[in-house]
């Protein structure tokens, strides 16, 4: 899409855009990324899953489940805060999509319940799921101790010291954590363990992947899990602001999920999208389409096709693919992509904490660096409106907080 499809009066639907987002068929495919790349052995999961979901998400019932868990359990809807002071120090209107206020503290209980919902439905016993920050993890343990299932989360051993309170968390709610000792330690090696634990306990197991990514339909189910977000913020936004869609909206990309929720509620407006990455994780800015843990999208590589490692403060973002919708989105122009070090978010954090009262995540607060860097340089106009989702608190991050400063 090119810059004169932006332009045009706030709010007007653009037409292509309108097709954007929507159910991706049979074969998973998001332009020529997405699909289903996975042994022989999961094929069969992976078409289960696929016509559950359909099922589920046209039956009422589920969706009525699912609404009714998210509000009275999950906290939903959450709120949109005005950031009234950091607002004023940059000269733009800045709203905060606040998922640190949902329950277990971040974006990730709204796709978790989802899935969990679908497992229980499809009667399966076990959730399998990795975690980075650890907060998909906490979801997990959280959702599987509400619907009496078992619970195994795979996690980095380096992410293991990184994110202690997230591990305890995930103890005291029953789940069985195991430590990967693999590769970098981190996300990329967690999901290749729970993958390959997948395989041999297929049958009475679901794999309950956080983010958009993985074989179909997960890149498209966890978006639709997630879009609450976006759908929700629009209905804000629409409340709160006189043209009623603000200038841009902006969410962090680890593999993608609370981007692409919120995306998916204004991908139809002239809202300018923006993804913010980790600079040492930044599939959509330097990789190259590739396969990884089950789908193709741009994921970062050496010159003979080797997953490189990625390395971020943000123990979630510190992932060298991206999801596959993303990458289409990119190549269409209909989102951009930034990148911003960790130094920048660090003080972003502190920034946020100091003029709002808000200590967000570290994952969330890259999404913050670059609202300041391009407020600041002027990237972003003076007086424009921009919805920001801040997808966690940063509760879990504190002791990374203390040895950085
Ligand atoms: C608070 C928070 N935000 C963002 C992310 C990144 O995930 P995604 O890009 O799927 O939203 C994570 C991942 O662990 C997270 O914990």
Not at 163 to 181: D, I, K, Y
Not at 211 to 239: D, N
Not at 251 to 272: I, K, P, Q
Request: charged letters at 20%; one cysteine or more.
């Amino acid at each position: 899409m090119d810059e004169m499809s932006w332009s045009g009066r706030q709010g007007v639907m653009v037409p292509a855009a309108a097709r954007a987002m929507s159910d991706p068929g049979a074969t998973g495919r998001f332009g020529t990324y997405g699909g289903r790349y996975v042994p022989e052995s999961l094929i069969p999961a992976c078409h289960e899953i696929e016509t559950a979901f359909r099922e589920a998400w046209s039956d009422p019932e589920f969706r009525g489940r699912l609404d009714t868990l998210l509000t009275v359990y999950a906290g939903r809807p959450t709120p949109l805060t005005p950031a009234w002071r950091l607002s004023r120090e940059l000269g733009i209107t800045l709203f905060l999509k606040r998922e640190d206020l949902a329950h277990t503290g971040s974006h990730k209980i709204n796709n978790v319940i989802g899935q969990a919902l679908l497992a229980h439905r499809m009667g399966k016993e076990r959730l399998l799921a990795e975690t980075g920050a650890g907060q998909h993890g906490v979801a997990t343990a959280t959702a599987a101790a509400l619907l009496g299932l078992k619970a195994t989360v795979f996690m980095g051993e380096r992410d293991i010291e990184r994110q202690e309170l997230n591990v305890l968390r995930m103890n005291v709610l029953g789940a069985e954590v195991v430590p990967v000792t693999t590769g970098s330690r981190t996300l990329k090696d967690a999901c290749n363990e729970a993958m390959r634990h997948w395989v041999s306990s297929v049958d009475d197991s679901y794999y309950c992947i956080g983010s958009v990514m993985g074989p179909h339909p997960y890149p498209w189910m966890v978006r639709e899990f997630q879009r609450v977000i976006g759908e929700e913020a629009r209905a804000q936004c629409a409340a709160e602001l006189p043209v009623g869609v603000p200038d841009y909206v902006v969410a962090c990309v680890g593999g993608g999920s609370n981007a692409a929720g919120t995306f998916a509620g204004f991908v139809d407006t002239t809202a300018r999208l923006v993804g913010v990455e980790a600079e040492g994780g930044a599939a959509a800015t330097f990789g190259r389409a590739g396969v990884l843990h089950g789908f193709r999208s741009l994921v970062l590589q050496d010159e003979d096709g080797q997953v490189t490692e990625a390395h971020s403060v943000a123990a979630g973002l510190d992932y060298p693919g991206i999801g596959p919708e993303h990458a289409q989105l990119r190549d269409g122009g209909r989102a951009r992509y930034e990148t911003v070090n960790d130094e920048e978010v660090v003080q972003a954090l502190l920034r946020l904490a100091r003029t709002e009262g808000i200590l967000a995540a570290l994952e969330s607060s890259h999404a913050v660096a670059w609202v300041i860097r391009a407020a600041e340089s002027g990237g972003i106009a003076p007086g424009s409106t921009v919805m920001l989702t801040l997808s966690g608190r940063g509760d879990k991050d504190i002791a990374s907080i203390k040895e950085l400063l």
